[in-house]
């Protein structure tokens, strides 16, 4: 069973900044398309930033030019580099992989960021 375990989340004011991580297991993570999302208290899920086994990267407009998303195949790891951080990116942010060949989203139990004005 695939696993993913997010850290780096927490409490920073506007303006700061915070690294995201996630480590997974059980997984070809070199060959997974690998994302994060975050959930704001009463809004869906939305998808933050997506890295392709390629390296091509995806952003949502809201946080481009502020937001990073990298891997190290070496650590099995995806982080999520945040800069000038705002109130609105208050969120819990998760992490998701698709293994290659499959149609399956696996998430990590999520890791709570909150931007403080």
């Known amino acids: 069973q695939v696993q993913l375990v997010e850290s780096g989340g927490g409490l920073v004011q506007a303006g700061g900044s915070l690294r995201l991580s996630c480590e997974a297991s059980e997984i070809i993570f070199s060959l997974a398309a690998m994302s994060w999302h975050r959930q704001a208290p009463g809004r869906q899920r939305e998808l933050v930033a997506a890295?392709?086994?390629?390296?091509?990267?995806t952003y949502a407009d809201s946080v481009k030019g502020r937001f990073a998303i990298s891997r190290d195949n070496g650590k099995d790891t995806v982080y999520l580099q945040m800069n000038s951080l705002k109130p609105e990116d208050t969120a819990v942010y998760y992490c998701?992989?698709?293994?290659?060949?499959?149609?399956?989203?696996?998430w990590g139990q999520g890791t709570q960021v909150t931007v403080s004005s």
């Open positions: 998701s992989a698709r293994p290659i060949a499959s149609v399956t989203d696996y």
């Open positions: 890295i392709t086994r390629g390296r091509d990267t």
